[in-house]
């Protein structure tokens, strides 16, 4: 399997592997990544919830689309940002792949969900908050950290490329909270 394969060059020498994961842009691993992404965040909401089967499918596949979308969407100004600094060799492509494979450091979610459904008596899902941002801290990270190696940017810059890919959703945040407080406003 192309992904185990993968997976063990990267732990071996992350450099050239990094490079020839993105070099592939291989749509498959990527979107697998996506669904993996999905699968962890529907099982972190829904464990031990009692959900039927067909509702975990339809949640599976909606998350699945959106995980798709915000890729796509996060690649592309992800990609703008490293245009405008001039980083020629970086690719959407490229930069969607990379934001598939770190969909895979959301199992974590689904651990930390196991944990809490086994153990309800320690209430471990008063701790959801802070593994969310633990979760989204190590992603922000390994994304950072591969740009840095694959395209030699230095750490403040790819930070802010991926910073800069999260602002249209900062953004979107920011104009739902308006609209609901003029809604909230209009009803009393």
């Given at each position: 399997m192309?992904?185990?394969?993968?997976y063990?060059s990267?732990?071996?020498d992350?450099v050239p592997?990094?490079?020839n994961f993105?070099?592939a842009?291989?749509f498959?691993?990527a979107c697998?990544g996506?669904?993996?992404?999905?699968l962890a965040w529907?099982?972190?909401?829904?464990?031990?919830?009692?959900?039927s089967?067909?509702?975990?499918?339809?949640?599976?596949l909606?998350?699945f689309?959106?995980e798709?979308?915000?890729g796509?969407?996060?690649?592309?100004?992800?990609g703008?940002f490293?245009?405008?600094s001039?980083?020629?060799?970086a690719?959407?492509?490229?930069?969607?792949c990379?934001?598939?494979?770190?969909g895979f450091?959301k199992?974590?979610?689904?651990a930390f969900?196991?944990?809490?459904?086994m153990?309800?008596?320690?209430q471990?899902?008063?701790?959801?908050?802070?593994?969310?941002?633990g979760?989204?801290?190590?992603?922000?990270g390994?994304?950072?950290?591969?740009l840095?190696r694959a395209?030699g940017?230095?750490?403040?810059k790819?930070l802010?490329?991926?910073?800069f890919?999260l602002?249209?959703f900062g953004a979107?945040a920011?104009?739902g909270?308006?609209?609901?407080?003029w809604s909230?406003?209009?009803l009393?």
């Amino acid at each position: 399997m192309n992904l185990m394969k993968d997976y063990f060059s990267y732990v071996e020498d992350p450099v050239p592997a990094l490079k020839n994961f993105l070099a592939a842009r291989s749509f498959g691993q990527a979107c697998l990544g996506y669904f993996a992404a999905a699968l962890a965040w529907v099982l972190f909401f829904n464990i031990g919830s009692g959900i039927s089967c067909l509702a975990l499918l339809v949640k599976l596949l909606i998350l699945f689309a959106a995980e798709i979308t915000a890729g796509y969407l996060i690649a592309a100004v992800c990609g703008l940002f490293l245009d405008f600094s001039r980083v020629k060799e970086a690719s959407a492509a490229e930069l969607f792949c990379l934001v598939g494979s770190a969909g895979f450091i959301k199992g974590l979610l689904i651990a930390f969900a196991l944990f809490s459904a086994m153990w309800p008596q320690l209430q471990l899902d008063l701790l959801a908050p802070l593994v969310l941002l633990g979760v989204f801290a190590l992603q922000l990270g390994y994304l950072t950290r591969a740009l840095m190696r694959a395209y030699g940017l230095s750490a403040a810059k790819a930070l802010w490329a991926w910073l800069f890919g999260l602002l249209p959703f900062g953004a979107a945040a920011a104009l739902g909270g308006v609209f609901f407080v003029w809604s909230m406003m209009l009803l009393f």
